[in-house]
């Protein structure tokens, strides 16, 4: 009860009362003329002790993600244990409908959440924490400081003083993985302190041996008609393989088995009411077909940033090494911020580096170690062009490389480049003046400068009546808004013995009348010549 409630026993030291969320208790006192600030947790009895023992060394098996933020925390903790968390406590402890409660919170507390940390994350009234001495010390909205009876040094105290910048979902088939954008506020813990996390679904123990079981199955597959639709044949091999295993190993389960299938019997005679459920929860059958078509359909570790729009560029320098990412218009901060995928196998990064190569038509080996590909990956866009740099070990230190640069799904307007300072009004102007009276404008510099950008956003100063042509693989990235433009690519790759150079495409444009020539990345002697000989003789 609240200290100043009529029938409360008069406690003078109490300063405040409350509940952060049902069952835990937060208590505010003076001691020694500072502050206390104390948590009641639900108690649990030697019996549930045990158990909650079982529970957290199970479910530390499975390697269990926490939130990132404190923001993070307090969401997981609204939507509570997902149905495979709960059969796994219900599993592993024999406790009464209450002691069950209470096993599950620990359970969410510390697997899902931020352990000791997470009822002052639920607390809406902490508004700053100090870990400057040997107790965590907070500042409430009424009370500061208040010491509390945390270590300074808690688990997990990073993630609670991590600022959230932004948090979406990333669409990849019919799953929304969640990204978090955040920014630690612990000197010393890492050399970036803005850093970008995708959280895709967590792990049972034993999953991730169940899945590499699953790959080998689903890779063996007898394909006896025309696969059409290669993400479905995954999903359906996948889905009944992982059903079968997951009933076996409930089968061993005997008590369980023996009531499902007496319930089973007497439902087929109007005895009794059928199973409401399956014999494993569906959310872990969901999480365990993600990582399938992640790593057969998607692009392993790098699907999810390869389909955000929210990203420019994508690189995974190295084995063991953070996957960096740099945002589009600086959202969260300029220049590379490092994610939490890592590759620890080189044979999936090296797999990984020849699927890409391969979507274009490139194979990479001991002789062509390394490629610079265009790929257009289901799920980013039609009109969206991916550009990888790939490389193997045979010219990579440390294992294989990965570069990869993603075209904006929509252009930039002239108006959108003036309002971030990219470019001065008069410029537009100027460019808008040179396109009407078709002069000659060079865009020079290095790569990812913005000429692509620039590109496309003054290509509609074209007049939609003109014909533009695009000649070479880098002008495929810009976008031309007219029904009357041809667009020219050399191709190398495909046949070798008859190689058509960017010099011969620049030639063969003439015959296409253009109004307008769109002419990339102009870098050998011959492309210059030809170059030259377009502008003299106009």
Sequence with gaps: MPPDAANAWYAPDVHSQYEPTPGVVVTITRDRGAFRYRVREPVLTAAETDADDRVHAYFERGHPTQPRTREGARERYARGLDDKHRRAVARLADATPAGERRLQYYALRDVRCLGALTPLALDDNVEVADADGDRLVVHTTEYAPARTD???????????????????????????????????????????????????????????????????????????????????????????????????????????????????????????????????????????????????????????????DHLEDVEANRVGERVKVVPRHSLWKDGRIPTNLIFDDERSFVDLVTQLAAEDGVELNASNPSAKVNIRPEGVGDDVTVRCAVALPAISADGPHVSIRKQAPDALTPTDLVRTDSISPAMVALLWMAYEHHGVVVFSGPTGVGKTTLMNAHAPFIPHRDRPVSIDEGSREVSLPHETGVSLTTRDHENPHKRVTMADLMTESNYLNPDVEIIAEINTPESFETFADVLNTG
């Excluded at 990073?158 to 799953?175: A, C, G, K, N, Q």
């Design 150 to 308: 945390i270590a300074a040094d808690a688990d997990a105290l990073d993630r609670f003083l991590s600022e959230r910048l932004d948090t979406y979902t990333v669409p990849f088939r019919e799953f929304d993985v969640p990204v978090v954008v955040y920014r630690e506020h612990v000197l010393g813990t890492d050399a970036f302190d803005v850093q970008y996390a995708v959280r895709e679904p967590d792990l049972l123990p034993g999953d991730r041996e169940l899945l590499t079981d699953c790959k080998t199955h689903v890779w063996d597959a007898r394909v006896g008609d025309l696969v059409t639709d290669h993400a479905a044949f995954v999903a359906e091999r996948a889905d009944r393989y992982l059903a079968r295993r997951l009933t076996a190993r409930n089968a061993g389960r005997w008590l369980d088995t023996l009531q499902h299938r007496a319930r089973d019997a007497l439902a087929a005679y109007d005895l009794a009411l059928p199973p409401v459920d399956r014999r494993f929860a569906d959310d872990r059958l969901d999480d365990l077909r993600y990582y399938v078509l992640r790593d057969f359909v998607g692009h392993g570790e790098l699907t999810v940033p390869i389909r955000d």
